[in-house]
């Protein structure tokens, strides 16, 4: 059962484009959704996230938009570089506001390339 | 300040042993999470630590099992390996139940 569907599984953009990753949930209890970014052989390294009471969330060249009614959540990375080039993960929790025990579940993950 | 540390880095092992990997969170956390990657795949959650019990725990078998020890640090055990448990090992860790920060992770081979 996946909970938190991602796609497309890769992409391949110019430098200075600007890759939309995008996933959708089914759990509504969900209340926190981060973004991760794993180069090879690394671990997954927080980029940014964003909780369901604001729709749109920006740090530096990264944003987030944020559709509570239709499931929905988006990357957006504005100016690419070929440093950008690694997996991007979305990932969703639920209990921050509970105070209840929470795991991550993550997305199945989005190959981005950016060329020169 | 040190990030999520995880030793060691690459481990082969053959079916049917035991392995035993660990994990140092960063400092000020307290909560420690288990996550197994498979290649190409997304971090499946295996279990969560805190004040030293396992606190929420994902579809794994019983041949998974963990402690957290007084200094937050943490181990997995995997037990009577199987070929299938080749993986990237990824430990994060958390203040509570804010922001998860992962460690590089552990390779495990299994031949």
């Known amino acids: 059962q996946q909970q938190v569907k991602q796609s497309p599984q890769s992409l391949i953009v110019q430098k200075g484009g600007i890759p939309i990753i995008n996933c959708a949930y089914e759990?509504?209890?969900?209340?926190?959704f981060p973004w991760y970014q794993q180069f090879p052989g690394k671990g997954p390294a927080l980029l940014i996230a964003?909780?369901?009471?604001?729709s749109e969330k920006k740090e530096g060249r990264f944003t987030i938009s944020f559709n509570k009614s239709a499931k929905q959540f988006s990357l957006h990375i504005m100016d690419s570089q070929p440093g950008d080039s690694a997996t991007y993960f979305c990932?969703?929790?639920?209990?921050?506001?509970?105070?209840?025990?929470?795991?991550?579940?993550f997305g199945t993950g989005t190959r981005l390339q950016v060329t020169l | 300040d040190a990030g999520v540390t995880q030793s060691p880095t690459h481990l082969i092992k053959t079916r049917g042993q035991q392995v035993t990997l660990r994990c140092s969170p960063k400092?000020?956390?307290?909560?420690v999470s288990w996550y197994q990657q498979a290649l190409g795949q997304g971090p499946q959650f295996i279990f969560q630590?805190?004040?030293?019990?396992?606190?929420q725990r994902g579809n794994f078998p019983d041949r998974f099992s963990g402690h957290q020890f007084p200094n937050y640090s943490s181990e997995l055990n995997v037990n009577a390996l199987l070929l299938g448990d080749s993986a990237l090992y990824l430990c994060?860790?958390?203040?509570?139940?804010?922001?998860?920060?992962f460690g590089p992770g552990t390779r495990l081979t299994v031949t």
């Open positions: 759990n509504t209890a969900f209340d926190y």
């Open positions: 964003i909780r369901p009471d604001v």
């Open positions: 630590y805190y004040e030293e019990e396992e606190r």
């Open positions: 994060a860790s958390s203040f509570s139940l804010y922001e998860q920060y």
């Open positions: 990932a969703a929790k639920k209990g921050f506001n509970t105070g209840t025990a929470s795991k991550l579940t």
């Open positions: 400092s000020g956390h307290d909560t």
